[in-house]
């Protein structure tokens, strides 16, 4: 009687959340409406319920055990492949690999390049040091608009443009961060969020500037001995020698002493401190150093697309650049590329799923912090 008891009372409170939400909604969207949210709720209710079976548990601790093993298979090969040998031969593999590819599949491969040099600038801000950055977009946009005005109003060629829309941002970057990154969790969040956001209005407005809307045309191409940069084939070959250039950098900056600082910062800030870690300062570094390398970034796009725009520069730029350094692994350089390819390169093969393609990221990324909240490729922390 007692099990009898306790099923009806579970089953009870199953339709009661569902009937409370359709009786409510009834007077105001009508019965098939009505009726629709209570078949809705009713059936999250009962996979909230059976989530707590210790079945469901059992698969889940089944399934992640399986994706750390294959986590751990991938980064072994990584590892072991990351010979000079190995590095060699894959150079030239992305060297040859253009002559085999028409001009569409070209340009994906420069736009996957250009994705991976901004989740790599962004990795050392959130996957380093631990910063929630919503609006990383804002400093992609100053460094293509620093070149776009420079250029076309002042005649500024493209390899100085590059120092200098990095610079620029890195600027803004020390004016926001110095007042706003004592801030913490949530609260640094919603303060670039609202950059981003600010940012794109005040291109949007400043029309003797930014252009507003219509943006800036006719923005200077590169020119390397006198040869104007031009074709699918000259950017993508420039965008290349840019990601590997950023990649040494980042290995190289991650394995120093800073680089294990910002690991301490993001692991336990007061803990860093107590070493004798300058927090503040060192935050400021990894947000400075972010947001400069999307500023280049940010001055090769201009210099591409010889047009800029502020619909270039949307909150959902932001989010596809974060959602790769999540997806492959956060302070993971291989998992950061892994999550621009799967987010960039196989959207475009797919291209006839298009309408599916945020279906399928939130879905990816739902599964990924139930199974695997370090990503991909990311190590899994030890906690005591």
């Not at 991650?254 to 300062?281: C, Q, V, Y």
């Not at 800029?308 to 650049?321: A, D, G, K, N, R």
Request: glycine residues 10%.
């Amino acid at each position: 009687m007692a099990i009898l008891h306790f099923r009806e009372k579970t089953y009870f409170n199953i339709l009661l959340l569902p009937f409370w939400a359709g009786l409510l909604t009834l007077p105001f969207t009508g019965i098939v409406t009505a009726a629709l949210i209570f078949a809705g709720a009713l059936v999250i209710m009962f996979l909230w319920r059976l989530s707590k079976h210790d079945f469901v548990k059992s698969v889940h601790q089944s399934i992640s055990v399986m994706l750390t093993k294959a986590s751990s298979s991938v980064s072994s090969l990584i590892r072991y492949a990351d010979s000079p040998l190995t590095v060699a031969l894959l150079l030239v593999f992305l060297i040859i690999l253009p002559f085999y590819l028409n001009d569409y599949y070209r340009d994906i491969m420069t736009l996957t390049c250009i994705y991976i040099v901004l989740a790599l600038g962004l990795n050392i801000i959130v996957g380093q040091a631990g910063l929630l950055n919503l609006g990383y977009v804002a400093f992609y946009a100053i460094g293509a608009y620093t070149y776009a005005i420079l250029s076309t109003k002042y005649g500024l060629s493209f390899w100085p443009g590059l120092a200098v829309g990095g610079g620029m941002a890195a600027v803004f970057a020390v004016v926001l961060g110095t007042p706003t990154l004592r801030l913490r969790g949530d609260y640094f969040a919603i303060v670039t969020l609202g950059l981003g956001e600010i940012t794109r209005i005040i291109l949007n407005n400043w029309d003797s500037v930014t252009g507003g809307p219509n943006g800036i045309s006719q923005v200077g191409r590169p020119v390397l001995a006198g040869y104007v940069l031009h074709t699918t084939f000259d950017f993508y070959y420039l965008i290349l020698m840019i990601s590997i250039g950023t990649i040494f950098a980042m290995k190289r900056i991650l394995a120093s002493r800073i680089g294990r600082a910002w690991i301490a910062i993001r692991e336990d800030e007061i803990a860093a401190e107590a070493m004798g870690i300058n927090s503040f300062l060192l935050k400021l570094l990894a947000f400075v150093l972010g947001s400069a390398w999307a500023g280049v970034t940010g001055v090769f796009f201009a210099a591409k697309m010889a047009f800029v725009s502020p619909e270039s520069f949307t909150f959902f730029e932001s989010v596809m650049i974060l959602c790769m350094v999540v997806l492959g692994g956060m302070g993971s350089i291989s998992g950061i590329i892994l999550g621009a390819l799967l987010l960039i390169t196989l959207p475009e093969v797919f291209r006839d799923f298009q309408d599916y393609r945020m279906l399928a990221f939130g879905a990816a990324l739902v599964l990924m912090m139930v199974f695997r909240p370090q990503g991909l490729l990311g190590s899994v922390r030890k906690t005591v």
